[in-house]
Nanobody, 115 residues
Framework: QVQLVESGGGLVQAGGSLRLSCTASGSTFSISVMGWFRQAPGKQRELVALAPSGGSAIYTDSVKGRFTISRDNAKNTVDLQMNSLRPEDTGVYYC?????????WGQGTQVTVSS
């Protein structure tokens, strides 16, 4: 089992920045991919960014050039630096870890961007 705890959400004005952090604990060996997803009110959860172990990061088009995902395998953490935030970035942000055939989710952290 892998437990994920996110932190760093909050309220920010459009154009501002936030940094989200996620720490994995438990049986963290062989986590292949860590990433961030988000869910806006009334919408489905969507991919924001993925950090494969030993591979290149993947971003959804709407955040390219504004968000940066970084992973520290030694510390079992994955961070999401979010710059130039827009109101449409508002939502609950979830951390996810992929280990073998299992997906683990954090509890989510709220990000609200005011216009």
């Amino acid at each position: 089992q892998v437990q994920l705890v996110e932190s760093g959400g909050g309220l920010v004005q459009a154009g501002g920045s936030l940094r989200l952090s996620c720490t994995a604990s438990g049986s963290t060996f062989s986590i292949s991919v860590m990433g961030w997803f988000r869910q806006a009110p009334g919408k489905q959860r969507e991919l924001v960014a993925l950090a494969p172990s030993g591979g290149s990061a993947i971003y959804t088009d709407s955040v390219k050039g504004r968000f940066t995902i970084s992973r520290d395998n030694a510390k079992n953490t994955v961070d999401l630096q979010m710059n130039s935030l827009r109101p449409e970035d508002t939502g609950v942000y979830y951390c996810r870890a992929h280990q073998f055939s299992n997906y683990y989710w954090g509890q989510g952290t709220q990000v609200t961007v005011s216009s």
